[in-house]
Structures are given as structure tokens and as C-alpha cells.
């Protein structure tokens, strides 16, 4: 069993910066693809980013492109989300993923940290 708690998040002005972090504990998360996602009011949950288990394959959602980068650091069994450029529709419950097997179902989830962008 792997937990995820997520860190990180606040208020922050159009335009500001926030970084993200997942931190796993339980078992290590060095094999796996790990994603972000997030939860706005209203809306149906997004995908935001995701990385491959060596950090050499991303992939991101077209509205966070060159503003979000998905990182990890495999020793410190911890992902990261670098948030630059905050718009307010950035606003929403952030989530960090596991996906164990490589098949793109994310099998153990965070509890979520509240992203609050102001405009």
C-alpha cells in the first residue's frame, strides 16, 4: 500500500508561482508513472501532468504547457509540480496518482491540496 500527501498549495496572485509536492510513503514509487490532477468547483476532475518512472517522459495537459513542469526525485520517493504564470482558472483541489502497473489507472490517490489563484 503507497500513501500520498500532498504539500504546497495556498493563495497566490495572477502571474505567481507554487510548488507542489507529493510525498510517498509505504513502499517505494521509484517504478511507477505518477500524475497530478486536479478538482475545480463545478467541473469533473483534469489530469494536469504526469511522468514516467525515470522522469525522462512527461506529459501535460494543453492549458498547463510551458507554465507547469512535473518532476521527481526517486530518492526522496517525492513528486513535484513547479506552477509558474498562475492564471485563476488554475483554481482547484490538486491531487498527486500513483499508477503501479504502467496502464494509465492511477492506483492510489492523495487527499489533495487547495490551489487558490486571485485575480
Known amino acids: 500500500q503507497v500513501q500520498l500527501v500532498e504539500s504546497g498549495g495556498g493563495l497566490v496572485h495572477t502571474g505567481g508561482s507554487l510548488r507542489l509536492s507529493c510525498a510517498a510513503s509505504g513502499r517505494t514509487i521509484s517504478s511507477y508513472r505518477m500524475g497530478w490532477f486536479r478538482h475545480a468547483p463545478g467541473k469533473e476532475r483534469e489530469f494536469v501532468a504526469a511522468?514516467?518512472?525515470?522522469?525522462?517522459?512527461?506529459r501535460y495537459t494543453d492549458s498547463v504547457k510551458g507554465r507547469f513542469t512535473i518532476s521527481r526525485d526517486n530518492g526522496k520517493n517525492t513528486v513535484y509540480l513547479q506552477m509558474n504564470s498562475l492564471k485563476p482558472e488554475d483554481t482547484a483541489v490538486y491531487y498527486c496518482?500513483?499508477?503501479?502497473?504502467?496502464?494509465?489507472?492511477?492506483?492510489?490517490w492523495g487527499q489533495g491540496t487547495q490551489v487558490t489563484v486571485s485575480s
Open positions: 511522468i514516467n518512472w525515470s522522469g525522462s517522459t512527461t
Open positions: 496518482a500513483a499508477d503501479r502497473d504502467g496502464h494509465w489507472h492511477y492506483d492510489y
